[in-house]
């Protein structure tokens, strides 16, 4: 198997271990009663710092690094980039438009989607949470820096478990079982692996693409926490508390990044 095959196979595999601790977090439905509303806008709130923190220090500065290194001027570094970073929020954006999803406490979005059951919404939610994630995971990995890659794929680990709990303890509020709705909460992570292929295989085939695809990745993770995240955790009376949590997840994700990297 050559280097860059088993690249793609590392990507694959961490996107796969972060994508199962959504199931971590789900698992709890069956030792602990539902958390608050206010814990799990804290716990919400540090997943989006740490998503946050890897965008810039596990995607942006790295794809500058590549752009740099691979046209010789930082300045077109940036600008492609940028334009990846562009191009992945519209792609993103592009998806809530076409997709019916619904939010944990904000509500519907997206087309008429009278025929798909409500669990299929909170599955198409979490699948446009995980497959961006899983994707950074791949790309982190293809670059070739497989410390950058372990350490992304822990920090989008982490911010996994409080998705999966929110995931889990919202289907046990309109009445799933608790066994069902582990099993749908661990399913849910498993988009992040599809990801982790797709970002690693790609950045394999067309290595010159990095920072371009760096800065996709991020563009669809930024997109995510402004768009989805910190609107669902700022909604109620806890947006200071809210505040804070992202800002400890955003400083315990640039720790790992800037001392295991």
Known sequence: MSPDVSIVWLGALASLAAGLATGIGALTVFFVRAPSHKLQDALLAGAAGVMLAASFFSLIQPGLDYGQTITGHLWIASLIVITGLMCGGGALYYIHQRLPHEHFELGREGPDASRLRRIWLFVIAITLHNFPEGMAVGVGFAGGDVKNG???????????????????FSLMAVNY?????????????????????LGATLVWLAEP????????????????ISNEIIP??????WKILSTFCLMAGFSLMMFLDTTLG
């Open 177 to 197: 079982s608790r066994t069902r709705s582990f099993l749908i909460g661990l399913l849910s992570g498993l988009a992040e692996p599809v990801g982790g292929v």
């Open 232 to 237: 669902e955790t700022h909604h109620r009376e």
């Open 150 to 168: 372990y350490i992304l794929a822990t920090g989008i680990g982490l911010q996994n478990i409080p998705e999966g709990m929110a995931v889990a």
């Open 209 to 224: 693409a990095m920072p371009w695809t760096l800065g996709f990745a991020a563009g669809a993770m930024l997109f995510i």
